[in-house]
């Protein structure tokens, strides 16, 4: 059963990865659709963090991004507390890692093995989370949801306030 939602999220991870580099075609899915649409509206309103954030991590992740950025992920929901907003965080910022490492120079090898690196922890290891959530279709309705309502809406402050924590996260596991 874990599979295909492995698979699924590594499809998801491929696309946005893609996305971020730049190669531009049709979304496969809702699913992909939403999270470049969240994706990007995150990283436009934390940019700043984000390529702070991209700098030191790139200075002290080594010959292996996706072992350091699964470092990173391991942290970040160590509290327990995965959510939307998190997730979103998780994607964005791998989206911004392939994008700089690919134009250092880095192979597509170096972005495959990230979007795996998210497959594997949230499609496996993070089965359970995802399932009570209702998988990627789950992440479909909250986006759904929160597109409907407007745009300085309760829940879309929601949504980026826990991705906040996901960012905190990650800064804090970089500086330490």
């Given amino acids: 059963m874990s599979c295909w939602l492995r698979e699924e999220t590594l499809s998801l991870a491929r696309d946005y990865i893609e996305h971020s580099l730049g190669l531009q075609r049709t ?3 809702e699913t ?3 999270m470049r649409c969240l994706g990007k509206e995150m990283e436009k309103q934390h940019q700043s963090k984000f390529n702070s954030l991209l700098h030191t991590f790139i200075t002290t992740c080594g010959p292996e991004p996706s072992l350091s950025l699964r ?3 391991e942290e970040m929901v160590g509290d327990g507390k995965l959510n939307w907003g998190r997730v979103v965080s998780l994607f964005t910022f791998t989206g911004v890692l392939a994008k700089e490492l690919y134009s250092q120079g880095e192979s ?4 495959t093995k990230l979007a795996e690196t998210i497959a594997d922890y949230l499609g496996s290891e993070k089965r359970e989370w995802l399932m009570q959530n209702e998988g ?3 992440f479909c309705k909250f986006f759904q949801s929160a ?3 407007n745009q300085e809406s309760t829940m879309k402050t929601a949504l980026f306030a826990a991705a906040g924590v996901g960012i905190a996260g990650i800064t804090f596991l970089l500086v330490r």
């Fill in 71 to 73: 470092k990173v992920m």
């Fill in 27 to 29: 979304p496969p899915s």
């Fill in 136 to 138: 990627w279709e789950g």
């Fill in 147 to 149: 597109k409907e309502v």
């Fill in 32 to 34: 992909a659709k939403a």
């Fill in 108 to 111: 597509m090898d170096c972005c």
